[in-house]
């Protein structure tokens, strides 16, 4: 069936591919093999590259049509001679690769595609300043003082508020509302996300519940991609900081004064409470709670549905609620199971293990 939302570009050859991925071919006689376009290896045809990186993959081999692979070393004494592979270390960063040379268009927010340079149906304040090559979608407001690099998309409806100043090449999703934020290049929010809202901030008394004026700004650096409806608070007093290189999924909540380090990935339904701060390098997986005021420490991971409460070292793997390093999250995990199921020390007399 075909795509109607993304077409391939021009075709390459083996040989570009192999430049472009530094892979190391099975065979010498490639020159007349040209590539028009990716498809999982299931449904691969012969003029399609694809990819494989498991054993457990190789059954699909047989009912594929495809000529040419990428594999790694380990996998390519596995794959037949009438199939030119394409070795190299990660054979799915390498089809990614490739993906992206195909499909450089499909990276980004959802444009329009209604409207080059500045929308008629856009509402442009006259003090902002919009750089060449910029899209402002019909719709899109761009408050006082604001500014728009080059070459970035503001898609229909988005909110650009007053002295937001958008990087250049960025792309900003429908619907989105970015207020009190100074955010990078390259930088990509997908539809929905909210930057720079009021934080969740209050003195409690007898009297009842005190709102504090949250004065801080939300800094987003270059390469930090943000999902749909994903939200991030500016800071109460300091700044909440996303490093570069980033990488949040939907619909996680970013907390005022929160500082996530360089080439995080924070994965779908994360919550990151005030204050926080997590280094460099740091995965946090689907659903986890991290509390405010806790330290995260430089390519730690956290196991998904975890709760954070305690400071987590450098390099450590915790998961569990509350979360512990994951030696002892999984020990817990079997003891309890025994408890529960009668296994082990914990087996009544003349039971069997199921």
């Not at 196991?303 to 070292?313: D, F, L, Q, R």
């Not at 509350?322 to 296994?343: E, Q």
Request: glycine letters at 12%.
């Amino acid at each position: 069936m075909e795509n109607k939302f993304f077409s391939p570009t021009s075709a390459l050859t083996v040989s570009e591919i192999i430049e472009i991925t530094g892979s190391h071919p099975s065979k010498t006689d490639y020159d007349n093999i040209t590539i028009c376009d990716v498809a999982p290896l299931s449904r691969a045809k012969a003029d399609e590259i694809s990819f494989i990186s498991s054993r457990k993959s190789l059954d699909l081999l047989e009912g594929s049509d495809v000529k040419v692979l990428f594999c790694n070393k380990a996998l390519a004494s596995r794959i037949g001679e009438d199939i030119l592979t394409l070795v190299v270390a990660n054979p799915q960063k390498a089809f990614a690769q490739i993906l992206n040379q195909f499909y450089p268009t499909a990276a980004g927010a959802a444009a329009t595609g209604t409207s080059a340079g500045v929308s008629k149906n856009a509402f442009v304040d006259d003090t902002a300043t919009i750089e060449d090559d910029a899209i402002i979608e019909p719709g899109a407001v761009i408050g006082a003082n604001a500014n728009i690099g080059k070459g970035s998309l503001i898609c229909a409806n988005a909110v650009i508020g007053k002295g937001v100043q958008i990087g250049r090449n960025c792309s900003i999703g429908p619907h989105v509302s970015v207020s009190n934020a100074l955010v990078g290049n390259q930088v990509t929010v997908h539809a929905g996300a909210r930057i720079g809202q009021e934080g969740f901030g209050y003195v409690s008394d007898q009297d009842g519940h005190h709102k504090i004026h949250q004065i801080g700004r939300v800094i987003i650096q270059d390469n930090v991609d943000i999902g749909a409806n994903t939200t991030i608070d500016r800071g109460a007093m300091d700044d909440t900081v996303i490093g570069e290189g980033t990488k949040i999924d939907n619909l996680v909540q970013i907390a005022h004064n929160v500082r996530i380090g360089r080439h995080c990935v924070i994965v779908s339904q994360v919550g990151i409470a005030g204050s926080a701060e997590l280094g460099d390098f740091v995965l946090v997986g689907g659903a986890a709670g991290i509390v405010g005021h806790v330290k995260i420490g430089d390519r730690a991971q956290i196991a998904a549905t975890s709760a954070v409460a305690t400071e987590v070292p450098e390099g450590a793997r915790w998961g569990g609620i509350p979360a512990r390093p994951m030696t002892a999250f999984l020990r817990d995990v079997a003891d309890i199971n025994a408890r529960a199921f009668g296994r082990g020390k914990y087996k009544k007399e003349g039971q069997k293990d199921e």
